[in-house]
């Protein structure tokens, strides 16, 4: 997965920010299927 271009702010989705008990992660790695690597502070 690369980096969109971003030719607007208008075409930007809203942040989801995490709400209680949940905690913020980034997708490290698409392995296939259904499964990501996700790289978390936990």
């Known amino acids: 997965m690369g980096k ?3 030719l ?3 075409n930007l989705k ?3 920010m ?4 949940e905690i913020l992660g980034k997708a490290i790695k698409m392995t296939g299927g259904d499964q990501v690597i ?5």
């Open 8 to 10: 607007s702010e208008s």
């Open 38 to 42: 996700v790289k978390c502070v936990d």
């Open 14 to 16: 809203e942040l989801v």
């Open 4 to 6: 969109r271009k971003v």
């Open 18 to 21: 995490p709400q209680q008990g």
